[in-house]
């Protein structure tokens, strides 16, 4: 349920409405937007009628048919826009975001040699797995501590703001600790529990929707996290399993516009999950920012022959730069901008 406050409604009058609802056992989520305040009341099993409507400053009281409320446009018709103290930028709003880096944080060589590159090029942030979910419990499982550790430090060296994946309580801990933006991978999208805990995180969180996630499923996922609080959600489309085996995954690109009409969450893709090989890597992500896309997220390695992990669709540095470029003047295209690339000097020495 959903209960619009007028447009003159005071402060008061909106926390005695979020009281009345708190007393009645269930959460309210006041949600101010450019013309009014909407107040969402979840955790209430039915229709609650309790004489909102009665109440002073209340315009109108809507049931959300929907089965997701908080990220819903009928709730909040602007469009989120997500921030990070002390640093510039955001995220939903008309510059794009840029997040590039290895797949796996593998020692403190190579994360500051990618680090250097991709803050050259313009990114904004740094991304790189320290707690890695893999396929094979053989095969490279991340870091831990050390790799959220060597991010820490190329936050204050480079600038740069840290994305990484939390895959359970333990991590998303030290992810809260020591990162800027808490990733939860494809494989955890309906992991409830992980999404609640993510819920109640003081940092934004990074949603990638699950291998086989429906629009609807990856929508009920950032509920879950918008549910115990946490409004600042960023939904990440990174390809679905589909009977295609010329790529790893297919990048559901219709997915952007999809979520767009009914959420007002922002939206980046991914091109290098979403491909799963190099060469498709940069076509995917120049498609993907003309469909709308709020910004890209994308693996880059400077030795991506020895990756130990997902080397074949990261992008070597060079690479990265072109597809910057490019990606900027699709951007100016579409009346969007982007953080300009920086001299060598001013990416080391920040
Ligand atoms: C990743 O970003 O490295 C990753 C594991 O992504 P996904 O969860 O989309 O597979
Ligand atoms: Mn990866």
Redesign the pocket.
């Known amino acids: 349920m959903l209960i619009v406050m007028s447009a003159q409604a005071t402060e008061e009058q909106v926390r005695a409405v979020c009281r009345k609802i708190e007393s009645l056992g269930y959460r309210s989520h006041s949600i101010p937007g450019a013309q009014r305040t909407a107040i969402g009341i979840t955790g209430n099993q039915g229709e609650v009628d309790a004489g909102f409507d009665e109440m002073p400053g209340v315009q109108e009281v809507i049931r959300v048919s929907k089965p997701y409320k908080l990220v819903s446009r009928d709730v909040k018709p602007d469009n989120t826009v997500v921030r990070f103290p002390g640093h510039s930028a955001t995220i939903g709003e008309s510059n794009l975001v840029i997040m590039a880096g290895p ?1 796996g944080i593998e020692s403190r060589e190579q994360a500051f040699a990618i680090a250097e590159r991709v803050a050259r090029a313009g990114a904004q942030f740094f991304r790189g ?1 320290a707690y890695k ?1 893999r396929t094979s419990p053989y095969s490279f499982q991340g870091l831990g501590e050390e790799g959220l550790k060597i991010m820490a430090e190329i936050r204050e060296r480079f600038g740069l703001l840290i994305v990484t ?1 939390a895959v359970d309580y333990e991590s998303l801990d030290l992810v809260e600790k020591y990162g800027d933006m808490i ?1 939860i ?3 955890n999208m309906q992991n409830f529990s992980l999404l609640k805990r993510a819920g109640r995180a003081r940092k934004p969180v990074l949603l ?1 929707r699950g291998i086989s996630a429906t629009l609807e499923e990856f929508l009920m996922a950032a509920e879950y996290v918008m549910s115990e609080g946490n409004y600042n959600v960023v939904l990440c489309e ?1 390809g679905v399993r589909t009977f295609v085996d010329h790529t790893r995954n297919t990048l559901d690109l219709s997915v952007i516009p999809a979520v767009q009409r009914l959420s007002h969450l922002p939206i980046i893709a ?1 091109p290098s ?1 979403g491909t799963g090989k190099r060469d498709k890597v940069t076509p995917l992500a120049r498609a993907a920012v003309a469909v709308g896309a709020d910004g890209l997220i994308v693996e880059v390695h400077h030795d991506p022959d020895k990756a130990l992990s ?1 080397g074949m669709q990261s992008l070597y540095p060079d690479q990265f730069d072109a597809l910057m470029e490019q990606v900027r003047q699709i951007a100016a295209v579409l009346g969007r901008t982007m953080a300009a690339e920086l001299s060598p000097a001013s990416a080391i020495n920040h």
Do not use: I, T
Request: aromatic content about 0%.
């Open positions: 797949c797995g979910p994946e990733q991978g494809a494989r990638k990174r991914d999950h997902d």
